[in-house]
T-cell receptor, first 117, second 114 residues
């Protein structure tokens, strides 16, 4: 089974609107971390936001917020007030194991977001 | 700028050849990870080093090897290259614990095997 599932291969959003990118995950580990990365056409991977499995509140970083629903095993990324520069590929990733054990990330297949005028 | 550097940015080589990709982690980060991004396989974890020692291995082929040096920079060696090895190779680094576990990625090395 896929550990990280991103069901939206592509999304369109109008400038200044909000958009939600979906991510569901599968793990039996009680301790894990969830990450979102942005990959623009230039290719680099840019860290956006992190949510720990024991965090009580949803993570926020500027215009990015993570809608964490533990029981549903979902970690959706919400981008508010979209900008043209948000057009990129977005990857959801998971680290399994307790905080303090730096370990590999498992990535989803990504969602390509296109922001239009 | 993530603080992780990778060289070279682009590499074009022929089948059967050997190449070395280099990575310098962010200052203070002890963990280095290598990932491969290809069209058919997506982003795949290859190997992790922590303070010079191999910590975890993923889908790394036997033709590939890596090491982390005392100054914490890392090299990924790819040998007997095949067309299917063409991909974007990322290095990432992280510290340990809390927010320091976030992996910051280098700009990648784009490898083309002809």
């Amino acid at each position: 089974a896929q550990k990280i599932t991103q069901t939206q291969p592509g999304m369109f959003v109008q400038e200044k609107e909000a958009v939600t990118l979906d991510c569901t995950y599968d793990t039996s580990d009680p301790s894990y971390g969830l990450f979102w990365y942005k990959q623009p056409s230039s290719g680099e991977m840019i860290f956006l936001i992190y949510q720990g499995s024991y965090d009580q509140q949803n993570a926020t970083e500027g215009r990015y917020s993570l809608n964490f629903q533990k029981a549903r095993k979902s970690a959706n990324l919400v981008i508010s007030a979209s900008q043209l520069g948000d057009s990129a590929m977005y990857f959801c990733a998971m680290r399994e194991g307790p905080t303090g054990t730096a370990s590999k990330l498992t990535f989803g297949t990504g969602t390509r977001l296109q922001v239009t005028l | 700028d993530s603080g992780v550097t990778q060289t070279p940015k682009h590499l074009i080589t022929a089948t059967g050849q050997r190449v070395t990709l280099r990575c310098s982690p962010r200052s203070g980060d002890l963990s280095v990870y290598w990932y491969q991004q290809s069209l058919d396989q997506g982003l795949q974890f290859l190997i992790q080093y922590y303070n010079g020692e191999e910590r975890a291995k993923g889908n790394i082929l036997e033709r590939f090897s890596a090491q982390q040096f005392p100054d914490l920079h890392s090299e990924l060696n790819l040998s007997s290259l095949e067309l299917g090895d063409s991909a974007l190779y990322f290095c990432a680094s992280s510290g340990d614990g809390g927010d320091q576990e976030t992996q910051y990625f280098g700009p990648g090395t784009r490898l083309l095997v002809l």
